[in-house]
Nanobody, 121 residues
Framework: QVQLVESGGGLVQAGGSLRLSCAAS????????MGWFRQAPGKEREFVAS?????IYADSVKGRFTISRDNARNTVYLQMNSLMPEDTAVYHC?????????????????WGQGTQVTVSS
């Protein structure tokens, strides 16, 4: 069992930056492949970033967002730069045991409650 708690969301102007954190509790955090997803009002939850070998990003965030993890702290991060209004959403971190399916919500075993990111124009 893994519990995930996101933090770091907030209101930021377009062009600004935020760093999201996802703290994991439970055993064997380093065994899990971690990912970030987001969900805007009225839209499906969509993939943002994950690890599978190296880092993988959605085309919409490539070059602006960076995923990283600190296994000693049981934490995964999402550094978001050059934010745009279309990045506004609730951001969720998730954990999966399988190395594949990094963009598929059904492949993830555990989810956090999410943190709101709002980017004003």
């Amino acid at each position: 069992q893994v519990q995930l708690v996101e933090s770091g969301g907030g209101l930021v102007q377009a062009g600004g930056s935020l760093r999201l954190s996802c703290a994991a509790s439970g055993r064997s955090f380093s065994s899990y492949f971690m990912g970030w997803f987001r969900q805007a009002p009225g839209k499906e939850r969509e993939f943002v970033a994950s690890f599978s070998g190296g880092s993988i990003y959605a085309d919409s965030v490539k070059g602006r967002f960076t995923i990283s993890r600190d296994n000693a702290r049981n934490t995964v991060y999402l550094q978001m730069n050059s934010l745009m209004p279309e990045d506004t959403a609730v951001y969720h971190c998730a954990a999966r045991l399988r190395p594949t399916g990094w963009a598929n919500t059904r492949e993830y075993d555990y989810w956090g409650q999410g943190t709101q990111v709002t980017v004003s124009s």
